[in-house]
């Protein structure tokens, strides 16, 4: 069953057309990512998909329900880690619950056993400012779980870290996300992290942006998997499907 | 080590420089280059600051009263219209350029204006406390509630949190830094501000003392409670620079 469906979603800015007639589907505890090249159209879809702007044309789907226009219902991981730097680590990950009036004794608590899991342990009290950005990003993504723990979606989450921390990042991720089932959503202009971290891949382009392609991903079962021949075979399709649009 | 230091030193250098201009003042007073009345040789100033210091400290517990009372209406007066013209844009539009407006009107020249309105006692000298500290500290707060991250107001609303959430969670906490600037500059407006309403009359205070003893033609007494406003500024300042840093635990972590 889809836990999120996009149909023929549009959105223009005044004579602008910026998307048109974008569908999309995830399943549950799916990993689907987003490839475009830059300004063609992904974060608006993201918006859209959250709820933060309303589509021109087109309808949003979550769970059954038509959800269109109507924010608050997933968890939306921005590029930057958003965190708050007057509020410690374990105060930022809890936003999500205090803002949906759980008392904040009760939500700490509520965090505690998770800090281990996201690799926090003994930093709850730091301030973002003494962490370092791939730990930041653990923080943020623990706060969208706490928003979300059913669907993330996320814009380029790893784009901000250093090629070392990316990659560590990537595959703890991947680990966590399969743990707790969550379907994710995630844009990425690197055919790397997509061929890594996704199920299946949605490829945005052309002038307004649309899906030109939909692929199925097998994320090879080794320990370098970027290394394999297979690997290597759809990457190059990839890059070549997106240079020719 | 070295930073420390190299921080003493930095601290020494404007000390030494007011040791060079009070020796020179000093040895201007004892070659008589200037007329006694006119100028007191710092010694004498330090003689009138001892002998003195009693009053001076019974008048300045009047004057920082005063300081105190307006300050805190003001500062409560500015986060007020501070939220309200963050929230309803047209109350920006209207109020931000009439706030700017009267930044430029001198307070010295308003002064008689509000003896004449609300007598001699301790209000006039408050609402003139209050118009020379809302404005900084108003311009202050729209400034820092702008300073928050536009991607955080973002994921706020991507999270259905209300203004007041927002105001509490993410705008006033992003001001705090503009808030302590604004703040340093009102604390030292509040306590000339006090003094100058109390040059127009009353029965205490530092600026009554000093409109005493100008007219008595006791200027080591002048220059001494010259250095007392001075030094009940300055107090001041640090205090609210102490208070920054109690406020704020996370800045010592942030990247200078």
Known sequence: MSVLTA???????????????????????????????????????????????????GRVILNGE???????LVGYMQQSDLLLPFKTIAENVIIPLLLRGEKKKAALEKARPLFAEFGLEGLEGYYPAQLSGGMRQRAALMRSFFYSSELLLMDEPFSA??????????????NIVREHGLSTFFITHDVNEALLLSDRIYILGGVPGKITHELKNSIPQVENPELTEEFLRNKIKITELINNE | MIRKQRSIINKLYPLAFIALIVAVWELVCRLRLVAEFMLPSPEKVVKALVTEFPTLIMHSRTTLLEAAAGLGISLAAALVFAVL?????????????????????????????????????????????FVACFFPMLIALLGGF???????????????????????????PYALDSFFSGLRISVSYSVVGAVISEWLGGSGGLGVYMTRVRKAFAFDKMFAVIIVTSVVSLILIKLVDIIQIAAMPWKKYEKK
Do not use: C
Not at chain 1, 161 to 174: E, H, K, N, V, Y
Not at chain 2, 89 to 114: C, D, H, M, R
Not at chain 2, 153 to 171: E, F, H, P, Q, T
């Open chain 2, 146 to 172: 702008q300073a928050a991250d536009p991607g955080v107001l973002r994921l706020y609303r991507s999270m259905n949190a209300g203004y007041l959430r927002i105001l509490k969670d993410v705008k006033l």
């Open chain 2, 85 to 129: 013209m963050d929230k309803f844009e047209f109350l920006y539009k209207a109020g931000y350029p009439i706030a700017v407006l009267t930044q430029t009107v001198p307070t010295v020249a308003i002064a008689p204006l509000l003896v004449l309105w609300f007598g001699y006692g301790m209000a006039p000298k408050i609402v003139l406390i």
């Open chain 1, 161 to 174: 870290l250093d090629a070392i921390t990316r990659g560590s990042m990537q595959s703890w991720f991947r």
């Open chain 1, 7 to 57: 149909e023929n979603l549009s959105k223009s800015y005044g004579d602008r057309k910026i998307i048109s007639d974008i569908s999309v589907h995830i399943e549950k505890g799916e990993m689907v990512s987003l490839l475009g090249v830059s300004g063609g159209g992904k974060t608006t879809l993201f918006n859209l998909l959250s709820g933060l702007e309303a589509p021109n044309g």
């Open chain 1, 66 to 72: 038509d959800v269109t226009g109507k924010s608050g």
